[in-house]
């Protein structure tokens, strides 16, 4: 166990004083720290590689070092800029990650983080990252030392955190939750009751794939088949997109505000296609929600102006749930390129099932 308040005082002592990166259920403590911070000290990235990059950006301004954090499955979005431009070989631009660890080895979690969590440290050893593991206050004097060791050589150096490891005097109070706009179940379930049998759903990470899931098998509709983006994320529109080039089905990309941003260029390559059976659909809760509901900012974008510029040609939102049904009918009846805007309230469900067995999952998505 580690206080977040004894962490930070490591960063603060070392004079460490700007935060990025892409937010993590593991590190949801300390999110909550850096969150309270104005935008000069703390700026959420839309992807890893993003988040490295306005470390660097920071460095060339203020010749001082940025805290970079992210869970471990983002590295692989990360090591672009940090191979290519920060490396020791390259630049030697400095900089500290701090890296939630899923899926370390001795933990249950899921297939995906099972997979990467075996590989992290290899990885890390493979970037010339030197590192250490923080599991209680002891192991703050490592990670200072690493500080230093940081700014003397000009060298990246990271810290894993493993899940449930941070702890904080202060207790979170627990969300206020409204309800004004759309549910997030209410609008699967009316999904599932509108599409044909032979739709495919591609759902994107976190809680959308998981209350995909369980309303599925709560209400037992059994119309179209999911492929639930475990990982990847960001990725989904880029796989529907791919099925869809080779398919007459109905494909429902069924996305969430922050893995949109993560990759948002993929909006681009599927707009100019008039790809008439995928239907992109945008679960807007502006907010991070599986891994603590940081916030994204996506209720500022204007996306009937981004989607029609990207060469969608119809754009339809839903604001309540009262709309649902018949917004609804109407998107999944257009005959062009279509997005649905879907304004949903952060609901953080904590009692959502998990995709487990992945081979059958995509056995019989594939049938
Ligand atoms: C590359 C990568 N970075 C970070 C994560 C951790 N992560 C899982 S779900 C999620 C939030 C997704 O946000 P959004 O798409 O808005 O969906 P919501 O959580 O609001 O349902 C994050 C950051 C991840 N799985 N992969």
Known sequence: ?????????????????????????????????????????????????????????????????????????????????????????????????????????????????????????????????????INEKKDLKKFNKLIREAKKNNSIVACLIKNNILKSKIKNKPKKLKNTKVVRENFIKILLKLIKKNTKIISSTGHTSRVLMKVRSDKKLTNGKDFYMVGGMGHSLSVSLGMNLQSKNMIVCLDGDGSVLMHMGSLFTGGFKNNVNLKHILLNNNSHESVGGQLTGAKNINFRLLSRSLGYKNYLIIKNNEEISKVLKKFLAQKSYSFLEVLIDPTFDTNLPRPKNLSNIKNSFIK
């Open 1 to 133: 166990m580690l206080l977040i308040e004894d962490f930070m005082m490591v960063l603060k002592r070392n004079k460490i004083s700007f935060f990025t990166g892409v937010p993590d259920s593991v590190l949801k403590k300390f999110s909550s720290v850096v969150d309270t911070y104005k935008s000069d000290r703390h700026q959420i990235a839309v992807n890893e590689g993003s988040a490295v990059s306005l470390g660097i950006g920071y460095y060339l301004a203020r010749k001082k070092i940025a805290c970079v954090y992210m869970q471990n499955s983002g590295l692989g979005n990360a090591i672009n800029p940090i191979i290519s431009i920060a490396h020791k070989k390259v630049y030697s631009i400095p900089m500290i990650l701090v890296i939630g660890w899923r899926g370390s080895p001795g933990s249950i979690d899921e297939p995906q983080h099972m997979v990467k969590g075996k590989i992290t440290l290899k990885l890390l050893k493979l970037l010339d990252i030197d590192y250490c593991v």
